[in-house]
């Protein structure tokens, strides 16, 4: 399952969404980020593992949450990257 983060770049965003997703007990596979430095923010990809959707929809409302998060979503299956 592949789920795409949007955010105002600041120290410690990765700290906190990692923080997020190994207490949701959740096995990332797969990560890129990419910074657009004019408007300083950050696309993140992340390609995890979860039981079911309860557990996705619980995921993406917490990751949502955190300071400077603009949007947490899944990304259909074969979707190319972060837009």
């Known amino acids: ?4 983060i949007r955010a105002f770049n600041r ?3 990765i700290r906190d969404i990692s923080s997020i997703l190994s207490a949701a007990d959740t096995m990332v ?3 890129s980020s990419r910074l657009d430095e004019a408007s ?4 993140i990809r992340l390609k995890i593992r979860v039981r079911d959707y309860d557990q996705l929809s619980e995921l993406l409302s ?5 300071p400077n998060v603009l ?3 899944r990304l259909k299956e074969g979707a190319g990257g972060v837009s």
Do not use: P
């Open 1 to 4: 399952m592949q789920v795409a």
């Open 11 to 13: 120290r410690d965003l």
């Open 29 to 31: 596979t797969d990560i």
């Open 40 to 43: 300083d923010e950050v696309s």
């Open 62 to 66: 917490k990751l949502g949450s955190v």
């Open 71 to 73: 949007e947490a979503r």
